[in-house]
Nanobody, 117 residues
Framework: VQLVQSGAEVRSPGQSVKVSCKAS????????IDWVRQCPGKGLEWVGR????????KFAPEFQGRVTFTADTSTSTASVELITLRSDDTAVYYC???????????WGQGSLITVSS
């Protein structure tokens, strides 16, 4: 069972970025995919969640309107797109498999997104 994420990206402020997360070794639609980020020198911050079974999403309030989650069941791949990037969006972004009880039991390796002018 694993989640493999796309690689590091560098963007300028105002641009957008998309990070992918390919799942393998389990039935993709049976678990939520959560997205979590860690900004430099800070703790983990929950971004939101997608249910690959029906496409339902939840967002942390501070990301509402700037983040889109998608899940492609044909490739078992979840993605997060963040628009209107700011320098304080610089972080390592993680996807994680979430059980029905909310435990994040499998994590991707992380994708470093750097926003810099």
């Amino acid at each position: 069972v694993q989640l493999v994420q796309s690689g590091a990206e560098v963007r300028s402020p105002g641009q957008s970025v998309k990070v992918s997360c390919k799942a393998s070794g389990y039935t993709f639609i049976h678990y939520y995919i959560d997205w979590v980020r860690q900004c430099p020198g800070k703790g983990l911050e929950w971004v939101g969640r997608i249910d690959p079974d029906n496409g339902g999403t939840k967002f942390a309030p501070e990301f509402q309107g700037r983040v889109t989650f998608t899940a492609d069941t044909s490739t078992s791949t979840a993605s997060v797109e963040l628009i209107t990037l700011r320098s304080d969006d610089t972080a390592v972004y993680y996807c994680a498999r979430a059980t029905s009880l909310g435990y994040l039991d499998i994590w991707g390796q992380g994708s470093l997104i750097t926003v810099s002018s």
